[in-house]
């Protein structure tokens, strides 16, 4: 047998099934993990049984801790308040006039009691979106993994010097209680930057990690081919000097494409309408581009789901994202994990889990440490309980708990 000594104390953990992500998932054996969560390696429980070491077995599966490449914790306050299924276009009429009500105190108590129950089942590193500073004091007291998109959007041209100049404010106040290389500013949208704004941001970016929302619904695709669709009566009403876009004939991605890299790090959020036009521009463009999927924002918003088949087709790096919770019942990838095998029974739940821990720690640049059970990586422990263990499916009722923390 094969068991480090060290001075550190061991856990042994068994359960029902364990899936370390790297490697096969593993029935009738045990997890041994160092006390400071360092993981040693997976055991056959035989080898181990009958001799010193006591083992805690857990009735369940054990992967490693998930990785949320998607969430604006300052909205955790706006829980319930926008109606479901009415489309983006409303969801974000609405959210601008209800983000305007919540008071400041009732902000920062949601955003703790967000990220504690994210925290609790299972969530131990999240790349978080912020328009403002209200995320930073429970950011600055969290040991949670954040990276922080510090995010922008305008339209107008006149006012990207002023807008930039404001998000590198915000990104210093960040960078005060987080590590400069987890904070980056990051553009909203493809169709809600001005392009000096986004030429800005794109140079600034250049060697951090960079977050997009992109094709959540059809409007961005209208919106690129000729100007036209809600997206271009939103633009007008938010900005009504502003002379009317033409479009570019090209779909969102391609049209903005040039600003950037072919290295750039980059996430795709949401992916909703993306055809394969859209996925092959995108993976031949750029080296290094992630999907990230939020099925339960996107049926809260559009009641639509992305062809996830087409991602695993073109052989997409995908991730897992909550979204907030203005558009979201909860913030667990075990939920959005459910959500998908409903909807795509074939996916086996070990790929699924793949997207939402080692895909996102890659993404963050966390793989080293992060994402799967690989012998000195410290990527805590997620007990799944109530699945069936036989098929690997899970079932409206099955849970999942953090039971040992990560280290980054
Ligand atoms: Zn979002």
Redesign the pocket.
Known sequence: MNVTYSNHSMQYLSADCIIPIEGATAYNSVLAVNDDGTIDGIFDKNELSGSMYEIRHYNGILCPGFVNT???LELSGIEGLIPEGKGLDAFVRKLESVRKSASVSNILKAIENAAYKMEQAGIIATAD?ANGNTSLDFKSKSRHYFHTFVEVFGSDPKYADTIFEKAMDLKKQFETHQPSDTVSITPHATYSLSEKLMMLVAIAGKDSLLSI?HQENDDENLFFEDGSGPLAARRKAFNPDLQKFQGTKKRPLESIAGHFDTFQKLLL??NTVSGQKDISFAEQYFKNIFWCL?PN?NLYIENRLPDIDLFRANGCKITL?T??LA?NHQLSILEEIKTIQNHFPHIPLTELLSWGTINGAKFLGLEHTLGSFAKGKCPGVVLIEKADIQTLKLKPETTSQLIIPAHV
């Open positions: 998607h969430c604006h979106i929302h959020v949401h939020c924002a994202g979204d907030s558009s």
